[in-house]
């Protein structure tokens, strides 16, 4: 499948960590919360590819 690569593991990120990760990929992202990365989902190493949404539920303090 063009384009289709393994979801990497998120958990832990700041949002600007996970987008910079998401990036190359080429997927949409869509957030709730504010903080670290608590929930991801597809969850790390499911197939992904462009037309993925991946989901991104963040709680907690980010770190300064």
């Known amino acids: ?3 289709a690569r393994p979801m990497p593991e998120l958990g832990g990120q700041t949002l600007r960590e996970a987008l910079a990760t998401l990036a190359p990929l080429g997927v949409s992202v869509k957030v709730h919360g504010r903080g670290l990365v608590k ?3 597809p969850p790390p190493g499911e197939v992904v590819n462009p037309e993925t949404v991946v989901r ?3 709680a907690g303090a980010a770190p300064r």
């Open 1 to 3: 499948d063009r384009g």
């Open 39 to 41: 929930e991801q989902t």
């Open 56 to 58: 991104l539920t963040l």
